[in-house]
């Protein structure tokens, strides 16, 4: 922990660790689903073939949206490193509290994420 982070930054830090370990941790463990799926019946067990590419997808489905998620969470842990956790990437301003609170790895600020809707 740097000697410089600010309260805002030990407030989050701990949170985006925590479902930063967890995320990586479902992705561990549900790398067995998201094999190709076994042409030998015995390995798919009760499971019709198509059932279990159904299953496969899904589980690559969850991962690629788990991805996703975890290359945010660390992009906000090196903002945090960078001191620029918590200021809108766009015009500096600071991110509000409540929206951190909603989604810490956001980077815009509310007016600046609605322009970008547009
Ligand atoms: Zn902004």
Redesign the pocket.
Known sequence: MPDNETDLEARFRARVDAELAELLAMSRSSAGERAPVELDQQSVGRLSRMDAMRVQAMAQAGERRRQARIVGLRAALSRMDEGEFGF?E??G?PIPEGRLEVDPTAR??V??ARLGER
Do not use: Q
Request: proline share 0%.
């Open positions: 809108c766009s015009c301003e815009l600020c007016a600046c």
